[in-house]
């Protein structure tokens, strides 16, 4: 369902629910600031891009968005994506790489798969998400400490490496700026939690620097004058080899967006106990990510942080979505020349804050505590976000993550053999009435039972299991009464199978097929080259299709006692009793 879900609040809207919206609006507007312009500028673009963002893409988000509190504007998870697009290839560049993943959020949205975001392995988001931190961390050191480094190196080991080399200049006025400011963040949510800690931070950070005449550097010693006025429309350069070199960086942002969106919109849910349209979501951050960057902006997704901050101030609807951006406009229009006089260290606090709750270190070591195999994709994510590139660091997780889901799956499903000679002349016990094993298989039929799907993962195991034995019988069933589905592997196994057993004149027969592997049998050449009679609905008409094929009698399917289960005595004794 697309519908936004603003056109659903809105019947029925109250003046009750209007102050209440109002309210948690003006909270989280006044909270954005700070994190507006510390993202903007944490990402090698300026202050007003990050407020642009803010307003523009928030608006539009809760204009056209699937959730009722989900409040947009730029957050962490894009710093180090954004910063390294921009020094590669400049904030035109920028602009054109949103645009694209715009573009791919809304396919995703109206093509309805909102819900395949959230097939993202845990591993790989955990993996990226406190390497992100990390890179976060790395990057404000130079702003805490006041160092004297002209411009921040985009690498990690390249960072630490200039800020090694200029330990010495650290501004002791500066790193005092920054830790005041980092106190604050800590302690002042004990004051009190209707006055955002940002937002005191920033206000008495710069009143100290103003009124005190500390030595510390400002935005505007750095970015020179604010502007406080509305952003103008430009378009970025197109062409086919900017749009080539720009993909990875495009796809990287759209999956960001949709799933910090989408994660946010299930904490949104999970606090209100509402259920948001993952479709309408995507198509929203999609439109917000199209139009922010053709005004300056930067990319834009769902805020996890700001979206509780407006559902425990009361906002309710998307309305106080709506109200914060208003808000946002208004400061930056009428206050947003004092921008200015911030301290960049006290935005560096900002980030750190920011860095340490993105980092969720405890999960991140709890994960270490998981299978080897998750760990591995865990770790590798990991370090290729930091010493690398998260676009690559995405990419080979997801493909690390596939390549382990395959194997997990190859293992879930079995292939036995339950051979005729292996299993007569014995009492076998089960409450299968469907068992194999209670029939009466004739002497020179094999039938194997594949349990699990039948897909290119199980593919090798179906043909190791069946080159293992030695003997070939005249008849060999396939029975797939636990396959739910299987694929093109799969029929061709089952393909190569038919025609190695041909060869050696034996005849391959299929039982108790469900209806997609039917489907699936039908569009493909199997179906033709075994026969439509040696393709049977259970093992009984396979038997007899057997039997017929070696010319002994048919037999009627058996009429089995009600299957029985084992109980404990009171004395540890195991005894049998009818079902009830």
Not at 76 to 100: C, E, N, P, R
Not at 165 to 175: D, E, P, Q, R, T
Not at 210 to 226: K, S
Not at 487 to 515: F, K, M, N, P, W
Request: hydrophobic share 50%; glycine share 10%; net charge neutral.
């Amino acid at each position: 369902m697309l519908t936004p879900k603003l056109i659903s609040t809105l019947r029925g809207y109250t003046r009750q629910q209007f102050a209440g919206d109002l309210g948690a609006g003006l909270v989280v507007g006044v909270v954005a600031l700070p994190l507006a312009i510390a993202f903007g500028i944490a990402s090698g673009a300026t202050p007003e891009a990050g407020l642009y963002t803010a307003i523009i893409g928030g608006f539009l988000i809760s204009a056209l968005g699937g959730s009722r509190v989900q409040i947009g504007g730029p957050t962490g998870a894009f710093i180090v994506i954004v910063y390294g697009v921009i020094q590669q290839y400049g904030v035109d560049g920028l602009a054109l790489a949103t645009l694209m993943a715009g573009i791919m959020l809304i396919v995703l949205g109206v093509a309805r798969l909102g819900s395949v975001i959230k097939f993202i392995p845990y591993p790989v988001t955990t993996g990226f998400t406190t390497g992100i931190a990390v890179i976060i961390f790395s990057g404000t050191i130079r702003d805490f400490l006041g160092l004297d480094i002209a411009r921040m190196p985009a690498g990690f080991v390249e960072q630490w490496s200039a800020i090694a080399a200029n330990v010495a200049s650290v501004n002791w006025w500066a790193a005092g700026v920054a830790g005041l400011t980092l106190a604050i963040l800590v302690f002042w949510p004990r004051v009190s939690t209707r006055v955002p800690s940002p937002f005191v931070g920033l206000i008495v950070a710069t009143a100290l620097v103003q009124l005190l005449d500390i030595p510390a550097q400002t935005i505007g010693d750095r970015f020179g004058e604010v502007h406080a006025t509305l952003p103008e429309l430009r378009f970025p350069e197109i062409s086919l080899e900017r749009l080539r070199a720009l993909s990875g960086a495009a796809f990287t942002i759209a999956m960001l967006a949709g799933i910090e969106s989408l994660l946010s919109a299930v904490v949104a849910d999970g606090m209100l106990g509402t259920r948001h349209r993952a479709n309408a979501e995507l198509v929203a951050q999609g439109v917000a990510n199209v139009v922010s960057p053709l005004f300056g902006g930067i990319p834009v997704t769902g805020a996890i942080a700001r979206t509780a901050t407006n559902v425990k101030n009361g906002g309710r609807t998307p309305v106080a979505g709506l109200v914060h951006a208003v808000t946002l406009l208004l400061i930056t229009l009428f206050l947003g020349h004092w921008a200015g006089l911030i301290p960049m260290a006290a935005l560096a606090a900002i980030l750190v804050m920011v860095a340490y709750h993105m980092s969720e270190w405890r999960r991140f070591l709890g994960e270490l505590r998981a299978p080897r195999s998750d760990v591995a994709v865990l770790l590798v994510t990991f370090s290729l976000t930091v010493l690398v590139d998260l676009t690559v660091a995405v990419e080979v997780g997801m493909v690390l993550a596939a390549f382990l889901f395959m194997k997990r799956m190859s293992e879930v499903t079995n292939v036995s053999l339950l051979s005729g000679d292996a299993d007569q002349g014995g009492t076998v016990e089960t409450t299968d009435p469907e068992a194999a094993a209670l029939r009466n298989i004739p002497a020179g039929v094999d039938v194997y039972e594949i349990d699990g799907p039948f897909f290119f993962g199980a593919a090798d195991s179906f043909r190791d299991t069946v080159v293992t034995v030695s003997r070939r019988p005249k008849v060999l069933i396939v029975r797939l009464r636990r396959v739910p589905v299987i694929d093109s592997t799969g029929l061709a196994a089952l393909r190569d199978l038919e025609t190695q057993c041909r060869r050696e004149g034996t005849l391959v027969i299929l039982s108790d097929v469900h209806s997609q592997p039917v489907i699936a049998l039908r569009n493909s050449t199997v179906w033709e080259e075994l026969g439509a009679a040696n393709i049977v609905g259970n093992i009984d008409d396979a038997l007899n299709r057997a039997r017929t094929y070696l010319g002994l009698p048919t037999e009627e399917r058996p009429a089995f006692a009600r299957p029985t289960v084992a109980r404990e005595t009171d004395h540890g004794e195991r005894r049998r009793r009818p079902r009830p």
